[in-house]
């Protein structure tokens, strides 16, 4: 069994898991998350989204987070940019990248944009262009790429098409999530090679959410494929609005842990980054949703 | 990759889970919760431990909870037996299977039972011989296999030495335990491959604790060596009392949820395992231990 020798995490706690929390977090807050994150060696981070404030009222202060963070050379900030309204306002920031998405059931395009897969796909065209002409690195994500709350399991040609899709308008990586964490390790690992069919190991990562507990064994079987790129989300922050019980992008805790156990690299301090987790979980006052940093933070108490 | 057709999973939630519960379960409690499990499709349940109850008083029952289960045909019912005493109080129950077992750790043999690993299970012999006299089937546990909480790692040799004694006084089957849940993928596989050096394929099982969230991707990566027996937990009941923080077993319905999406067959219903689960935790008056009941637990109530 040959692993990757390295591996890249995207901690999306700042904004993925940030965005459904219903009492306001001050952005002191967010960017203290983001500068702890930096600080124990995240090199990428998914920081705010650029969407209207009436639909996300958590991710209104999404300028003032990202002018307020300070940039370490060698590190990657991304955003989300639903729109050509979004992604201008996004652009005064300079982020480096930014993230498209896109469902892979028609069930939950229709019942989420009201459109098609197709169309929502061709929404983010012009986008996707004026970011590439703007150098800026565009990643998509393709939702519920497992599973769905509407129509239950998702075909891996459903996934194919979007991936198909996005590399027709010029989205340069594709992250395959398991939106509300269904996936279990043959999925997953069908799921992944569909968006392998139009998109390299290098442009492809996993985005697992740990809803029945499944996201480490679906790591390890991505891992298998070669995949060595993960989105995952300091301290077990977040959730899915669409999927009713769907909480819990997986905690980067876990997976780091999983990953030094293993003997790959990630250039992430576990101590520093169970801080991050402690930080804004103290904010958030509750436990973080982590069973590795769980388990270390009794450990220190001795 | 290959992977068993079939798994089979004995669920220790009944012993290892109640045992170091403070507040006592009575015995009816207890017969509920393995009736529940046969009800779920559970054909092996470690029922309870035959030790003083001076040291482990939730387990004073022993005799009262072995009578009242109402057995199936077909089913395996296990126990513990630390020492003669308790293998001859047992033997009046008519177990299936006993218990013994032993520590990979030095340190830990010492610590907590004072003598080497070698005289830990040389103790055990006269134990052995007589449950295999009276035709009774003998597991022996392999404690703290991958990791120590005095010594930190622990090396496959010593799994290796423990197998090889306990092979030596006749026990017939070896499950290697993560007592402490430190494991991960690859130094599981080691460990497991020692054991595998004094037993069959079919011999040898995995006993994984969910501690730092590692217990499904050593599941996985124990399927993938054809390892296809595991200790589990419903409900994610127990944690281990000589190491602080070390916290749950790994749940049962966690297992079964990955299993059923690999398309293994385990013979269970999840939706009555669900149940056992709920049952025993709503008398704990706590949630379930296990991310796929919690889920599934959510999805019920729409």
């Avoid at 940030?18 to 952005?27: D, F, G, I, S, T």
């Avoid at 398991?178 to 998109?199: C, F, M």
């Avoid at 989105?231 to 980067?252: E, H, I, Q, R």
Wanted: aromatic letters at 6%.
């Amino acid at each position: 069994m040959k692993y990757p020798s390295r591996v890249k995490i995207v901690d999306v706690a700042p904004r993925d898991g940030l965005q459904n929390e219903k009492a306001p977090v001050p952005a002191e807050v967010k960017i203290g998350l983001v500068h702890r994150l930096q600080d124990a060696g995240l090199k990428e981070i998914e920081v705010t989204s650029f969407v209207s404030p009436k639909w996300v009222p958590q991710m209104a202060d999404a300028a003032e987070v990202m002018a307020g963070i300070e940039r370490r050379p060698g590190a990657r900030y991304s955003v989300l940019t639903p729109n050509m309204k979004g992604f201008e306002a996004a652009l005064a920031c300079r982020p480096d990248e930014i993230v498209v998405f896109g469902a892979a059931s028609e069930a939950f395009s229709h019942r989420n944009i009201n459109c098609s897969i197709a169309e929502s796909i061709e929404r983010f065209a012009p986008v996707v262009s004026a970011a590439r002409e703007h150098g800026i690195h565009v990643r998509g994500a393709i939702s519920v790429a497992v599973g769905c709350p509407y129509e239950g399991e998702v075909s891996p040609a459903n996934v194919e098409l979007v991936a198909r899709l996005m590399k027709g308008i010029g989205v340069q990586h594709v992250g395959v999530a398991d939106t509300i964490g269904v996936g279990t390790p043959l999925k997953v690992q069908r799921a992944l090679e569909a968006a392998l069919k139009h998109y390299d190991l290098d442009d492809v990562s996993g985005h697992f959410h740990d809803t029945y507990g499944q996201a480490l064994g679906n790591t390890l079987a991505a891992l298998q494929m070669g995949v060595w790129q993960y989105d995952t989300s300091c301290a077990g922050l977040g959730g899915c609005p669409y999927a009713k019980g769907a909480t819990g992008n997986v905690a980067t805790e876990d997976v780091v842990y999983m990953l030094h156990g293993m003997g790959i690299a990630t250039g992430i301090d576990l101590d520093k980054l169970v801080d991050a987790g402690k930080y804004i979980s103290d904010f958030l006052r509750r436990p973080p949703n982590s069973r590795a940093a769980t388990a270390l933070l009794n450990k220190r108490q001795g």
